[in-house]
């Protein structure tokens, strides 16, 4: 089984595009932050913590409302951006690695080309939990579980962080198609269908489940990294003999033809908060790498990772 890596790579804060300014009026009123799932989500989150750093540092100072529209793991918000607000300067979204299994999985006509892409922020990896109680203990249980009795092994998960399941089951010899997923988007809900037995495991990134993990609310099965995450006491997945990982990259994105001034200004202040205390404490919480990158650099980022998952997906088939 290959291994897909998406977003492994840094970059300086202090980029070539990072320090483009723009005109003393904008922004002049009220900019739309919006996460394309529910609270308690890796979009959600991300936003948030985004809005919560650029108000606390004073480095945005209108209004940042963040509003929640879910749907499709972001293919209903980022659908929205495309058609209803192109040359808009009012509001950006955050995005992910979902943006390019919705549209290679055919579940979005839309792709990182059909808007503006501001700003890489950050890498994080995929994790595999369960109930504190559950039988499972590591990964190998699960998938000699979905080999023997698939049906009895319900697995938590949006459909954009259904691939990665895929790639552990077919590294352990077994077929995806088998498994019984169960639609759940975000941690927050994923935790609640762990704890009151609608699912059996679930999948998404570490930063959405690093509280329950931490206060052993859940229990972490494996971990898609190359090493153990420091503060996240989960093996990896290659220790339990399945040579897989993935990361997981979250940016920010404005509508298509988003004007130039608007996203020199995001991306200058963006630029600033990824080295704010605010937003190191964040990624130290929450258990992301901070991976900044704008302009050019981000352009061949996001055209290399889009190329590698669509050959990961092409290998499962």
Avoid at 6 to 29: E, N
Avoid at 56 to 76: F, M, S, W
Avoid at 106 to 127: H, K, N, P
Avoid at 287 to 311: C, P
Wanted: charged letters at 20%.
């Amino acid at each position: 089984m290959g291994t897909l890596v998406a977003g492994c790579g840094t970059s300086d804060p202090a980029g070539p595009d990072s320090s483009g300014s723009s005109p003393a009026t904008y922004p002049t009123g009220p900019v739309t932050m919006y996460a394309g799932a529910g609270p308690g989500s890796g979009f959600d989150l991300t936003i948030r913590a985004v809005a919560d750093a650029l108000r606390t540092d004073k480095i945005v100072t209108v209004p940042l409302p963040v509003q929640n529209r879910p749907g499709g793991a972001g293919a209903d918000l980022l659908a929205g951006m495309v058609r209803d607000h192109r040359g808009a300067d009012d509001r950006i979204a955050v995005t992910s690695l979902s943006m390019m299994l919705n549209q290679l999985q055919g579940r979005s006509q839309y792709g990182y080309t059909d808007v503006t892409m501001i700003a890489r922020l950050m890498t994080e990896y995929f994790v595999v939990v369960t109930g504190p109680d559950s039988p499972m203990r590591g990964l190998r249980d699960v998938m000699f579980r979905i080999a023997t009795a698939p049906d009895q092994v319900r697995v938590g998960a949006a459909a954009d962080d259904r691939a990665p399941f895929d790639l552990l089951v077919s590294a352990a010899g077994g077929r995806p198609s088998a498994v019984r997923y169960v639609d759940v988007e975000g941690g927050a809900a994923q935790t609640a269908a762990l704890r009151d037995g609608t699912v059996d495991v679930a999948i998404g990134g570490v930063s959405e489940f690093a509280d329950g993990l931490r206060d052993k609310v859940l229990r972490g099965l494996g971990v898609l990294a190359d090493n153990r995450i420091p503060g996240v006491d989960v093996a990896t997945a290659r220790e339990q003999g399945l040579d897989v990982k993935l990361a997981n990259w979250r940016g920010i994105y404005g509508p298509p033809d988003m004007p130039s001034a608007a996203v020199d200004f995001w991306r200058g202040a963006l630029a600033t908060m990824v080295r704010t205390p605010t937003w190191t404490a964040t990624a130290q919480r929450s258990r992301f790498t901070t991976t900044f990158m704008t302009g050019g650099e981000l352009q061949r980022f996001l055209a290399t990772t889009q190329s590698e998952v669509k050959a990961a997906l092409a290998a499962e088939r």
